[in-house]
């Protein structure tokens, strides 16, 4: 990042859904960050029940500037939360890649837990539930959180952040017309020992349509800027793949390069691929 960052702070929260109701008291009083711009926050409602669901739930937190953990005895108890979840989220934080927030929502034990060594909110560690004026206790956390985004456009992350958010500039993607004979090329990816399908150049093809689809019911612009991108190879790790798009269109690269479209198509990605994948764009040479 530059001196400031080039996005509005992207928040995610993760909490258990019975807690849903406090998640949303925060967004609330968020609102006025969300209207200038300065951030924009991704409760884990968004995220649909299914086979994709994790593998969803890791892009939005590799992807978040700031994660906010909702502490509740439902939190700990949660597979999900507290265990893949949070070890997602940790892992970040200690890269430098991350905040990590914890909202001490209501009463349990958590003092013994990974993200205890941590500033939490309320700042005297008070559940939220417990307080008579909740109205002071929400104000009070949505400023420690205005304080954490203020901090992050002055004080950028770590750049690692940078490398999953931005696409690869064309210079250092595409050094020669060579690279143009690769747009068909296969990377083969065995996915997870778990039995996932090789992920292809072919299988996207073939997949294309039905993703375009899915995109209309969505989003039709998005869908329609879709349509003038090519595939241009598959590859990456053994455990996550990495869809190259190429266009020469210059409105619809810039389109599509926004975080929240670029989020949105990846979902669609890896829903009707029911594969764990990422979408890096190159578009044409913007002076």
């Not at 892009?59 to 939190?75: G, K, N, T």
Request: aromatic share 6%; proline share 5%.
């Amino acid at each position: 990042m530059s001196a400031q960052v080039e996005r509005a702070v992207e928040i995610f929260c993760l909490y258990a859904f019975q807690d849903e109701k406090w998640v949303r008291e925060v967004e609330k009083y968020l609102s006025p960050l969300r209207r200038s711009g300065l951030l924009v926050v991704r409760p884990g409602s968004e995220i649909n029940a299914g086979r994709e669901r994790r593998a969803v739930l890791r892009q939005y937190i590799e992807r978040a500037h700031i994660v906010l953990l909702f502490i509740s005895p439902d939190f700990l108890a949660s597979d999900e939360c507290n265990n893949f979840g949070l070890h997602l989220a940790m892992r970040r934080y200690e890269e430098g890649n991350c905040r990590l927030i914890p909202l001490i929502i209501r009463s349990t034990l958590w003092q013994d837990e990974p993200f205890a060594e941590l500033k939490v909110l309320p700042a005297d560690a008070k559940p939220l539930a417990n307080y008579s004026n909740k109205d002071e206790a929400l104000l009070a956390i949505a400023r420690g959180i205005q304080e954490a985004v203020q901090d992050i456009t002055q004080h950028p992350l770590s750049a690692a952040t940078e490398a999953q958010e931005q696409p690869q500039p064309l210079a250092l993607l595409d050094k020669s017309l060579a690279a143009e004979k690769t747009q068909l090329e296969d990377t083969s990816i065995s996915n997870s020992k778990e039995g996932n399908q090789v992920l292809t150049v072919q299988r996207v093809l073939a997949s294309w349509q039905e993703i375009v689809n899915y995109l209309k019911r969505r989003d039709l612009v998005l869908a329609a800027h879709l349509n003038f991108f090519m595939v241009l190879r598959v590859e990456g790790a053994a455990d996550r793949s990495t869809i190259v798009l190429r266009t020469d269109q210059h409105v619809s690269y810039k389109y599509m390069q926004m975080p929240d479209h670029l989020m949105d198509l990846e979902l669609a990605f890896m829903t009707i691929l029911e594969h764990d994948c990422q979408v890096r764009l190159i578009g044409p040479d913007i002076p």
